[in-house]
């Protein structure tokens, strides 16, 4: 039985472990004739790759991506376009250090997927997790590429909304900052907060949680399907199978239980054209499964990273009492670097149902 695809009729399948040769994917599913190039997949790789600021792990992996299938020149314009056949993905690990993980072959991480892989396959690879590393969510923001193109006219961005117990000041929201800092923050003051206050995080061998926020404009009103098919459902299943998260919500999310019915409700009116007009968007763009016109809006909690310098309880795969700290390079915080990915786990999930809606209603 497995569980490494995504989507329906735009269908991801991801392979590889983290210190292996390579990791890859293969996308199912994508309509021909779409203009694709290694380049329009790299340019969203390079935002999610590791090493870019001393707040991120410092493996250096290239993440340079290689199309192996599924593109062909156009016979007229020569340019090169998808051909509706399965696109496969490749990247090559360059920078594995497997050496940094024998301490803890036999000894079980805390927090980590450690105990629970070798519960279910009584195997497990321990070089920086195998297969339940963060590395995999590499090949996630490659097919989210390609889920852009095919949902042309949606804008999908992401940020950092907290880090830790510090969140940003909405008030002074700005998407352009998020590209002026290396936390994906909306929030100028508030990234230098943040600056200061992972150095410290950082310094101790320690690592701290985090919450993102994805909105995606431009998304037309009909996506998603009752009863099990619903978009936010979708959604939230595509953020959940992130690594280290923990907590997904949808528009007001959690914060919607303190809220009387006269506040929670999104009122509407007649807008230009006669399209209607939210007052508000506690919603998240979503009823009933369905999308309402309004933008998309989900956040989801990261835990901290697991793997700190500070010794924790834990057994060996033996049986035996023992404490275990983790070497190599990790994240202090494995949030920032899940901005992208979140991103384009939205990206598939909308794809994949801008198909199906296409499938059903025909337009």
């Known amino acids: 039985m497995s569980h490494n695809s995504f989507g329906h009729l735009f269908r991801v399948t991801t392979w590889g472990e983290s210190h292996g040769p390579a990791i890859g994917?293969?996308?199912?599913?994508?309509?021909?004739?779409?203009?694709?190039?290694?380049?329009?997949?790299?340019?969203?790789?390079?935002?999610?790759?590791?090493?870019?600021?001393?707040?991120?792990?410092?493996?250096?992996?290239?993440?340079?991506?290689?199309?192996?299938?599924?593109?062909?020149?156009?016979?007229?314009?020569?340019?090169?376009?998808?051909?509706?056949?399965?696109?496969?993905?490749?990247?090559?690990?360059?920078?594995?250090?497997?050496?940094?993980?024998s301490d803890i072959a036999e000894r079980y991480r805390p927090g980590h997927a450690d105990i629970t892989y070798d519960?279910?396959?009584?195997?497990?690879?321990?070089?920086?997790?195998?297969?339940?590393?963060?590395?995999?969510?590499?090949?996630?923001?490659?097919?989210?590429?390609?889920a852009r193109k095919v949902v042309e006219g949606v804008t999908i961005r992401?940020?950092?909304?907290?880090?830790g117990p510090h969140k940003i000041d909405r008030a002074r929201w700005d998407w352009d900052e998020t590209a002026n800092n290396p936390f994906f923050c909306p929030d100028a003051r508030t990234a230098e907060l943040w600056a200061d206050y992972l150095d410290g995080i950082r310094k101790a061998g320690s690592s701290v949680g985090a919450?993102?926020?994805?909105?995606?404009?431009?998304?037309?009103?009909g996506l998603g399907a009752p009863v099990y098919g619903k978009l936010d459902q979708d959604l939230a299943s595509a953020l959940m199978s992130i690594n280290a998260v923990k907590g997904v919500e949808i528009g007001a999310g959690?914060?919607?239980?303190?809220?009387?019915?006269?506040?929670?409700?999104?009122?509407?009116?007649?807008?230009?054209?006669g399209a209607p007009d939210y007052l508000s968007n506690k919603a998240g763009g979503i009823l009933g499964g369905i999308s309402n016109g309004q933008p998309v809006v989900a956040r989801f909690a990261v835990k901290p990273t697991s793997s700190i310098l500070t010794p924790r309880k834990s057994i060996t795969r033996s049986g035996e009492e023992v404490d275990v700290m983790?070497?190599?390079?990790?994240?202090?915080?494995?949030?920032?670097?899940?901005?992208?990915?979140?991103?384009?786990?939205?990206?598939?999930?909308?794809?994949?149902?801008?198909?199906?809606?296409?499938?059903q209603v025909g337009a």
């Open 25 to 101: 994917c293969v996308v199912d599913g994508c309509p021909p004739l779409i203009p694709l190039s290694e380049a329009d997949i790299q340019a969203d790789l390079d935002r999610r790759k590791p090493g870019q600021s001393r707040f991120t792990t410092q493996r250096r992996e290239a993440d340079a991506v290689k199309i192996l299938s599924g593109v062909f020149a156009h016979p007229e314009t020569g340019e090169q376009v998808t051909t509706g056949t399965p696109i496969s993905l490749l990247i090559e690990n360059t920078d594995q250090r497997s050496k940094d993980y």
């Open 119 to 146: 519960a279910k396959y009584g195997i497990r690879d321990y070089r920086g997790g195998g297969r339940s590393s963060a590395r995999e969510t590499a090949m996630r923001v490659a097919a989210g590429a390609i």
């Open 158 to 163: 992401g940020a950092l909304v907290q880090i």
């Open 211 to 221: 919450v993102v926020e994805i909105v995606a404009d431009g998304v037309p009103a």
């Open 254 to 273: 959690f914060e919607a239980a303190a809220l009387t019915g006269e506040e929670n409700a999104d009122e509407i009116r007649i807008g230009e054209g």
């Open 326 to 359: 983790t070497k190599g390079r990790h994240d202090p915080c494995v949030g920032i670097r899940a901005v992208p990915v979140g991103e384009a786990m939205a990206a598939i999930v909308l794809a994949d149902h801008f198909l199906r809606h296409r499938g």
